[in-house]
């Protein structure tokens, strides 16, 4: 009887383990999942807080085409960013046409 009730104790025990085991690792699954909504949404928040806004002042910026070269322009500051592969388009022109186009790009 009392090999009985230490088996059946075991039994609760191991079950009970196994119980926990499965609801922490359902847990940790959906930590993950609510942590991985959350940093999306946070790019998301953030790309559009920041998107075409200057990163020197903040004011909005415009695009500009500027002989086949798109830049931005900053509606306040009048700063000049490129984005990626823009300045390399630029840089592999000819000396007289990069001169051109930093001249009107500053508007001289």
């Known amino acids: 009887m009392e090999q009985d009730r230490k088996r059946e104790d075991e039994w609760f025990l191991s079950n009970e383990r196994e119980l926990l085991e499965k ?3 359902e847990r940790e699954k ?6 991985a909504k959350t940093a999306e949404a ?4 953030l790309r559009e807080q920041h998107f075409m806004h200057c990163p ?3 004011h909005e910026m415009r695009e500009e ?3 086949g070269v798109t830049i931005d322009r900053c509606s306040f500051c009048e ?3 490129f984005d990626a592969g823009e300045l390399d388009q ?5 000396e007289d046409d990069r001169r051109g ?3 009107k790009l500053v508007k001289i």
């Open 30 to 35: 959906r930590e993950k999942e609510r942590a």
């Open 56 to 58: 020197k002042c903040g």
């Open 42 to 45: 946070d790019r998301k928040r």
């Open 23 to 25: 609801a922490r690792v």
């Open 65 to 67: 085409s500027l002989e």
């Open 90 to 94: 630029v840089l592999l022109k000819r």
């Open 79 to 81: 700063g000049i960013f």
């Open 101 to 103: 186009f930093f001249r």
